[in-house]
């Protein structure tokens, strides 16, 4: 007698587990700098907005000011992106408060992100995804089967 449960194909179980396993690398190295971005935790400074850089997309433009970050105790660091930062938010040669969380490239408004809210998301799909695929499920009564009977083994 078959349990009425189909069998899930080999390919999809691997290419299920490499997506998942995909979303969980690109999640987890993130969660750092990712949560004290959200708190504004990190190096406070000054962003310094150098160029503007913009895409253009149908119907849509993304612009991202580039510039120097100066810490509180002087250091430097050039070619650096205020995350969250658009068009309208500076002018070449302003200033701004910026909090440095440990990102290479990119710093923060004193503000913080939302993008925890991603990272989380894909945490979230990543775990999903592998615990669908590979954490054993009960089974519940069999059909037919009244649950007092399958409890009691009858």
């Known amino acids: 007698m078959t349990s009425g449960r189909r069998r899930r194909s080999p390919f999809l179980t691997i290419v299920l587990t490499f997506i998942g ?5 690109l999640a987890v190295p993130s969660i750092g700098p990712t949560l004290r971005a959200a708190r504004a935790e990190g190096t406070p400074g000054e962003f310094t907005a ?16 580039l510039g120097d970050f100066r810490t509180k ?46 990272t989380g998301l ?10 669908f695929l590979y954490l054993p499920r009960s089974r519940g009564p069999a059909r037919g089967r009244p649950a007092e009977e399958a409890a009691a083994g009858v």
Not at 21 to 25: H, M, S
Not at 51 to 62: R, T
């Open 50 to 65: 150098r160029q503007l850089y913009c895409i253009q997309h149908p119907g849509h433009e993304s612009c991202t000011w």
């Open 73 to 118: 105790s002087g250091e430097i660091r050039t070619d650096i992106a205020l995350y969250g930062s658009d068009r309208t938010t500076l002018r070449a040669g302003e200033s701004t408060r910026a909090i440095d969380v440990g990102r290479p490239n990119q710093v923060y408004g004193p503000g913080g992100s939302n993008e925890w809210i991603f």
């Open 122 to 131: 894909l945490l979230l799909a990543g775990l999903a995804i592998l615990v």
């Open 21 to 25: 396993a995909l979303l969980l690398y």
